[in-house]
């Protein structure tokens, strides 16, 4: 079974096109994650969401917006989408706790704008 | 804010020899680290990671890494290299304010040679 799903695997489309990534885990965890993984392999966070509460919203285009029906999902939609944002996307989750727990990653999602 | 330097964005050994990839912090106060191991075209797995607890953290698949305070340091090892641990590896920091904020270098690709 999939602890962190993400679909889909692979998103090819044009500039100015909006697109959506979902993100699926099945590990009952409070808190999931949007990452960046640039084509340098740099990591860094984009959004987090605790029990469907926005806690974490980095410095990212308003062009980003995420989305989190329940505690079990989060989605990522893009508008108007820029060369720039060719990167792979990673969905994370964890559980809560009173210190910093393991972060479980999904596949990713490789997103290229032409 | 907290952040991680990995020296050394390539790394290669030989099969059987000591696997030694380095990791610096900055932060004011000993903070919550993380190693992570990315497979190609997988997403990110944890290590191991060091809460305050034992200075010398071991992990999966035979990796262990010390924490010295002194040299603000983490520096992941393993006694003997395998061809499988041919991979990309983050070190990563928590935010001392918001634990789910995650921190990650830059990574160090492992290359194990036969």
């Known amino acids: 079974d999939t602890a962190v799903s993400q679909t889909p695997k692979y998103l090819v489309t044009q500039m100015g096109n909006d697109k959506s990534i979902k993100c699926e885990q099945n590990?009952?965890?409070?808190?999931m994650y949007w990452y960046k993984q640039d084509s340098k392999k740099f990591l860094k966070i984009m959004f987090s969401?605790?029990?469907?509460?926005?806690?974490i919203n980095e410095t990212v285009p308003n062009r980003f917006s995420p989305k989190s029906p329940d505690k079990a999902h989060l989605n990522l939609h893009i508008n108007s989408l820029e060369l720039g944002d060719s990167a792979v996307y990673f969905c994370?989750?964890?559980?809560?706790?009173?210190?910093?727990?393991?972060?479980?990653f999904g596949p990713g999602t490789r997103l290229t704008v032409t | 804010a907290q952040s991680v330097t990995q020296l050394g964005s390539h790394v290669s050994v030989s099969e059987g020899a000591l696997v030694l990839l380095r990791c610096n912090y900055s932060?004011?106060?000993?903070?919550?680290l993380f190693w992570y191991v990315q497979y190609p075209n997988q997403g990110l797995q944890l290590l191991l990671k060091?809460?305050?607890?034992?200075?010398l953290v071991k992990g999966i698949n035979g990796f262990e890494a010390e924490f010295k305070k002194s040299e603000t340091s983490f520096h992941l090892t393993k006694p003997s290299a395998h061809m499988s641990d041919a991979a990309e590896y983050f070190c990563?920091?928590?935010?001392?304010?918001?634990?789910?904020?995650?921190?990650f270098g830059s990574g160090t690709k492992l290359n194990v040679k036969p």
């Open positions: 994370a989750s964890s559980k809560r706790d009173r210190g910093p727990s393991e972060q479980y």
């Open positions: 590990l009952g965890h409070d808190t």
């Open positions: 969401y605790n029990n469907k509460e926005l806690i």
């Open positions: 932060s004011s106060v000993p903070p919550y």
């Open positions: 060091y809460t305050s607890a034992a200075t």
């Open positions: 990563a920091v928590s935010d001392l304010y918001n634990f789910n904020k995650f921190y």
